[in-house]
């Protein structure tokens, strides 16, 4: 019972926390699913993965609406990058529905492009399809990974364990130290990307 309630946290915390910029969500939820046994083990937490997400999005889409464009100028925007709020802005203008559909396959521009949509009042209806088609491809991506993981008895061998962790680990520090590097580098943003919606996600 324990995997469905973490995979729902570490859903949630990637998405609407912004947690994936420190360890990717995809890890998280691909561990976990490599140590449950059982179909409807597995079931139940790709279901839990991909409730998290949504209501990840179900966040950002408040603090979208609530926060307007403004949003780019805040801490919370800085926080996650404002060239990933840019770049959000841009998928929006130009295709509405499944920028907020493709986004959840996309890491850090998932954070943002439900406050986003948000701040471009798209309809309800379409954020709610594509959010809930978005989570289930995701979560059925990474549970059914680490389910082929299991399988091929790779876990059984600690050393190889190990080894990818220590991949892992190494990747992850690598990231964060290229982050950081860049963002002492990058170049002040001079202005925002206009943030509206074309059909079929169609604003308000």
């Known amino acids: 019972m324990i995997a469905p309630l973490l995979g729902f946290a570490f859903a949630f915390a990637e998405s609407g926390l912004g947690l994936g910029a420190v360890i990717p969500g995809e890890v998280a939820i691909t561990s976990l699913a ?20 949504t ?39 130009r295709h509405g529905f499944w920028a907020v559909l493709a986004s959840r ?27 809930v088609l978005g989570a289930i491809a995701w979560s059925s991506l990474w549970v059914g990974a680490g389910a082929g993981i299991a399988a091929t008895g790779v876990l059984d061998d600690p050393w190889l ?8 680990v190494a990747g992850l520090v690598i990231r ?13 943003p001079t202005g925002s990307a206009p943030i509206s919606a074309t059909e079929p996600g169609e604003i308000l």
């Open 34 to 53: 490599a140590k449950t046994d059982g179909p409807l083990a597995l079931a139940v937490l790709g279901a839990a993965v991909a409730l998290g997400a």
């Open 105 to 131: 396959l996309l890491p850090l521009v998932r954070t943002v492009m439900p406050v986003v949509a948000g701040a471009a009042h798209l309809r309800y209806r379409w954020f709610l399809l594509a959010s």
């Open 55 to 93: 209501a990840a999005d179900h966040l950002g889409l408040f603090i979208g609406r609530a926060g307007g464009p403004r949003l780019r100028e805040s801490r919370l925007i800085a926080r996650v990058g404002v060239e990933r709020w840019d770049r959000a802005g841009r998928l929006m203008q």
């Open 161 to 168: 364990v190990g080894g990818l962790v220590a991949v892992i």
């Open 176 to 188: 964060a130290l290229v982050r950081r590097r860049r963002a002492r580098t990058a170049p002040e």
